[in-house]
């Protein structure tokens, strides 16, 4: 087994906010982990078949305008948005934290990160702990994969 696939895990909604707190150009990536994403070190888009120049990823980093806003909340957020992709990107896919730095954006706008440092998985009961923040928040919200109508 290699040292990725022995990364450590976290395992609570506070930890992974506290990794977000302490570093910078972090993002959350859903798939079968660094071992095989290393190996190719690009991602490819869906629809086209093209390969795209780095690893689509999604950003954890606060943004400014968040303000003083609760970071687990925003940290929340951003694993719910793309929760759905656990179960759409088929068996042994599951979310690892990384850093790196952008070289473009894919087709969905999500940035494409080239020297990526793979830092932790993220448990299944981090996703539930996101759900559950998303859930007591006032308005309605779902992950992006919305049905159309």
Known sequence: MSAACEMPVVRTLAELTDLVERHHR???RWSRGP?????GLSSTDDLTGVSMPGLSANPLDVEEWWEDR????WVARRL???SHLVHEKGPGV???VLTGRETGRGPDNEPLVVDVGPMCWIDHRVIDEARAAVD???S???PLR???G
């Open 26 to 28: 972090t993002y959350v």
């Open 35 to 39: 071992e095989t994403d290393l190996a």
């Open 70 to 73: 609760p970071v687990e909340l």
């Open 80 to 82: 719910y948005d793309y």
């Open 94 to 96: 599951r979310p690892w």
């Open 136 to 138: 007591r928040q006032p």
């Open 140 to 142: 309605d919200w779902g």
């Open 146 to 148: 919305r049905s159309g």
